[in-house]
């Protein structure tokens, strides 16, 4: 079946700080990648998507590319503020799953000033 | 405009007891999905709803778990007899469409404790 697998947080960085969050997946069609967060206190808001191999999406300074051929859709940023605070989850989506979005365990970053 | 709204935001009952948990999903929004994040969790899918087709009850973990969608629009999900692991945040999503692609836009949640 499909599967998101996220590195394991929380992960913390001072502000400026480059950031990285790996995603792998597991999945048998052709899926949508998805990387959602929730900031403290509100609830989960898409980040950016690629529906297809070598799409990057981007968003907030944000950006992750589909990778096909590691399964990869790792999210990075250059430089961290600390309003970037937040849990980030990492999700698929794909036909022969029901269209059902599986999403991973989620990596809580805290980013000190 | 108005986002997907829960209600209630929070929700503490006694082990035994039935609860229930609304959805009120976006405007026009055909599709519908449940999900409960336990602490420090992922989040775990339950059941979704596309327009007047059959739901996928797939990921309800038990009979004990039902839920109904009136009109197209409204959600409640219904969770009987509760036991302490029901413990949880549960989520609501709602999509314009059912699609590989589609952004799903999630309520605050409702957080449950069974004591």
């Known amino acids: 079946g499909n599967s998101v697998t996220q590195m394991e947080g929380p992960v913390t960085l001072s502000e400026e700080a480059f950031l990285t969050i790996n995603c792998t997946y597991t999945a048998t069609g052709y899926p949508s990648l998805f990387w959602y967060v929730q900031y403290p206190g509100e609830g989960l808001q898409l980040l950016l998507k690629a529906t297809k191999a070598d799409d990057k999406g981007s968003n907030k300074g944000f950006e992750a590319t589909y990778r096909k051929e590691t399964t990869s859709f790792h999210l990075e940023k250059g430089s961290v503020q600390v309003s970037d605070s937040a849990v980030y989850f990492c999700a698929l989506s794909d036909q022969s799953g029901g269209f059902k979005t599986i999403f991973g365990a989620g990596t809580r970053l805290f980013v000190k000033a | 405009g108005a986002g997907v709204s829960q209600s209630p935001s929070n929700k503490v009952t006694e082990k035994g007891k039935d609860v229930e948990l609304r959805c009120d999903p976006i405007?026009?929004?055909?599709?519908l999905y449940w999900y409960r994040q336990s602490l420090g969790q992922g989040l775990e899918f339950l059941i979704y709803?596309?327009?007047?087709?059959?739901?996928?009850k797939s990921g309800l973990p038990s009979d004990r778990f039902s839920a109904e969608r009136t009109g197209g629009s409204v959600s409640t999900l219904t969770i009987q007899r509760t036991q302490q692991e029901d413990s949880a945040v549960y989520l609501c999503?709602?999509?314009?469409?059912?699609?590989?692609?589609?952004?799903?836009?999630f309520g605050p949640g409702t957080r449950l404790l069974v004591l």
């Open positions: 999503a709602s999509s314009l469409y059912r699609d590989i692609g589609e952004t799903q836009y």
């Open positions: 709803f596309q327009g007047n087709s059959a739901p996928d």
């Open positions: 405007s026009g929004h055909t599709a």
